[in-house]
């Protein structure tokens, strides 16, 4: 009896956690400025903190698209990382020392 319990209680388990996870699981899409290749590879790096599991930047669009778990990160830490590594990303902006520390390619028009 105490065999077929634990046989019956591990594939609910798994059950459980998997629906977990796939409530908190949420995609967005923000604008971030950029101009080229290397900036999405910066901008995509700087996205991929724990918690985010998928970031994508369109180069012609200027939008990055990330998956997240929105239980242990948010939209706002995401693009805050963003910012801090020289892409502006609406309200939250790199400052002007990391801005100016890309490469020319990459500084892009700032408004
Ligand atoms: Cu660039």
Avoid at 42 to 60: F, H, M, N, Q
Wanted: proline share 4%; glycine share 6%.
């Amino acid at each position: 009896m105490k065999k077929i319990l634990s046989f019956l209680a591990l594939p609910l388990s798994i059950f459980a956690t998997q629906t977990a996870v796939g409530q908190s699981v949420k995609t967005d899409s923000f604008t971030v400025s950029g101009n080229c290749g290397m900036c999405k590879k910066r901008i995509e790096k700087a996205a991929l903190i724990p918690g985010v599991t998928s970031a994508i930047w369109d180069v012609k669009a200027k939008t990055m698209t990330v998956k997240y778990d929105s239980a242990t990160v948010k939209k706002d830490d995401v693009r805050k990382k963003i910012a801090q590594s020289g892409h502006d990303s609406g309200p939250f902006k790199a400052t002007d020392s990391v801005y100016q520390n890309l490469p020319g390619c990459c500084r892009y028009e700032r408004n």
